[in-house]
C-alpha cells in the first residue's frame, strides 16, 4: 500500500474500508502508533471466517494507517463476487488439487466428529487460475483456498477452514506478490517452530553487523516501552524457506502468558522492526483480553481465541520453549534478493503460486491483490479442531506422528 493507493479507500458509505482511526490505549498497555479499521460489508461470506476488523502497526502514523487500510482492502477482496471455473477434481491435468496442500493428517480425518471431509477424486469443486513463480505454468487452484466462497451454495464439501494467510495489496502485481510470498514464508516459519517445539536461538541485534544505527534505535526505543510496563522482547530467528530471514519476536511480563509477532522479510531491518511492533500490540491484545472467561483449547476458533489461549501467565509453560534457547546469533542468512529467492524456490523443486484476487473496486482505485499458495510449505491453522498437522515438512528427526507435536494452540496473532 502507498498514500497514493489509500486515496478515497476510506468512507462509511462509499468506501471500501468504513473506517481508519488511531488505536486508544489504557494505563497498563505499551503504547506505540497502531490503527484500527473496518472493512465494508459485502454481505455474509459464508465459510469466510475472516474478521472484518484491520490493525496496523507502523513506524509513523502514516505508516500505520496504511497498513491498516490496506489489510481492510485485502479483505474485501477476497470476499467479492468473481467468475469461477467448476470441474470435477481429477478432470484436467493443471488443477492443483486440495490434497496436494496436505493439510490434514490421515489420522484426522479417522477422528469421530472431525469437521472436515477429505476430498475425493469426482467431487465437483469451483476453482480459480493462478500462475507459478519462476515458470510460465498455468494452474488452476482450489476457490476455497484462494478466496472466501459458500461451500454450500456452491454445492461442493467445505473442506477446510478458509483463512487470509498469504494475502497482500500494493500499487502493482509484482509488489503485492512479492509480499504475498514472504507472508507464505513466515507463517510456514512459524508453524513448523512451534508445532515441533524447536527453541529458536537469540537474535542479537545489538552486535549485529546487518543492522544499522537507526534501527538499532528504534529496537531500543521499543525495548523501552517494554520495560516501562514491566514486560521484556526478545528477538528469535526461525529456519525459514527459500533464503528468506524470519524473525520472532516474544514478549513475556508478569501480567501475561506470551505475545509474539512474527515477519518474514528480505530487508532484515525491516524483519526485526516489523516483528517487534507486532508483538508489542499482541501483548497489548493480550492484556485486554485478561478480563475475557478463560478459554480452552478445545473452543479455539479465530486468532482472537489463540490470545485468549495465552494470555494468562497459567498458560506460560505451553510457549516456554519459544524463549528457551541460549544460543544466540549475530547474522541471520538472507537471499540477496527476489531473483535469488526465485532461484531458491525453483532449486528446491518448490511450487508458489500466484492468484490475482483484485476486487473491482480495488482496482478501480489502482490497487492489486493477490494469493499466494504452496503444497511446499506449512500453512497457518486457526480452528484448533481442525489443525493443519498432514504436511511432510512438519515430521522427521525424531517427530513421526502427529501425537508427537505440540498439542497446545499456538500465539500467533
Request: net charge negative.
Amino acid at each position: 500500500m502507498n498514500a497514493t493507493g489509500a486515496t478515497g479507500l476510506v468512507s462509511r458509505f462509499t468506501g471500501l474500508v468504513e473506517y481508519v482511526h488511531p488505536m486508544s490505549f489504557t494505563p497498563d498497555s505499551i503504547a506505540d502508533t497502531l490503527y484500527s479499521g473496518k472493512t465494508a460489508a459485502l454481505g455474509d461470506p459464508a465459510g469466510g471466517g475472516s474478521d472484518a476488523f484491520s490493525m496496523g502497526p507502523g513506524a509513523t502514523a502514516r505508516a500505520a494507517r496504511l497498513a491498516c487500510v490496506g489489510e481492510a482492502v485485502e479483505r474485501f477482496s477476497l470476499s467479492g463476487p468473481r467468475a469461477l471455473l467448476h470441474q470435477a477434481v481429477g478432470e484436467h491435468e493443471n488443477q492443483v488439487p486440495p490434497a496436494a496442500f496436505s493439510r490434514f493428517a490421515a489420522e484426522q480425518y479417522d477422528e469421530p466428529g472431525f469437521p472436515f471431509p477429505a476430498v475425493r477424486d469426482g467431487d465437483r469443486l469451483a476453482w480459480v487460475h493462478a500462475r507459478e513463480v519462476g515458470t510460465t505454468r498455468a494452474v488452476l487452484v482450489p476457490a476455497q483456498m484462494a478466496v472466501f466462497v459458500d461451500a454450500h451454495a456452491l454445492g461442493e464439501p467445505h473442506y477446510e477452514p478458509a483463512t487470509s494467510s498469504g494475502v497482500a495489496a500494493g500499487p502493482t502485481f509484482a509488489f503485492a506478490a512479492k509480499r504475498a510470498i514472504l507472508e507464505l514464508v513466515e507463517r510456514d516459519a512459524f508453524q513448523r517452530t512451534w508445532l515441533r517445539g524447536e527453541p529458536p536461538p537469540v537474535f542479537n541485534w545489538r552486535w549485529s553487523s546487518q543492522l544499522s544505527d537507526p534501527a538499532r534505535r528504534e529496537l531500543t526505543r521499543l525495548e523501552a516501552l517494554c520495560d516501562g510496563r514491566g514486560a521484556a522482547i526478545s528477538l528469535r530467528v526461525l529456519p525459514s524457506a527459500f533464503g528468506v530471514p524470519v524473525l520472532l519476536a516474544v514478549v513475556r511480563s508478569d501480567l501475561i502468558g506470551v505475545a509474539v509477532g512474527c515477519a518474514a522479510d528480505i530487508d532484515l531491518e525491516r524483519a526485526a522492526l516489523n516483528a517487534a511492533r507486532e508483538a508489542l500490540h499482541t501483548c497489548n491484545w493480550a492484556l485486554r483480553l485478561l478480563g475475557t472467561e478463560r478459554i480452552e483449547a478445545d473452543e479455539v476458533r479465530d486468532f482472537e481465541d489463540h490470545i485468549r489461549f495465552h494470555c494468562r501467565p497459567s498458560s506460560r509453560p505451553s510457549s516456554a520453549f519459544l524463549s528457551s534457547s541460549p544460543d544466540s546469533v549475530v547474522h541471520v542468512e538472507a537471499a540477496s534478493g527476489w531473483p535469488a529467492i526465485t532461484d531458491d524456490i525453483l532449486a528446491a523443486g518448490a511450487s508458489v503460486l500466484l492468484t490475482d484476487v483484485t476486487s473491482a473496486e480495488a482496482a478501480s482505485a489502482g490497487l492489486h491483490v493477490v494469493r499466494a499458495l504452496s503444497p511446499d510449505l506449512v500453512a497457518l491453522d486457526v480452528r484448533h479442531d481442525a489443525r493443519f498437522l498432514g504436511h511432510p515438512r512438519l515430521y522427521g528427526g525424531g517427530i513421526d506422528t502427529p501425537q508427537q507435536l505440540t498439542a497446545a494452540p499456538h500465539p500467533f496473532p
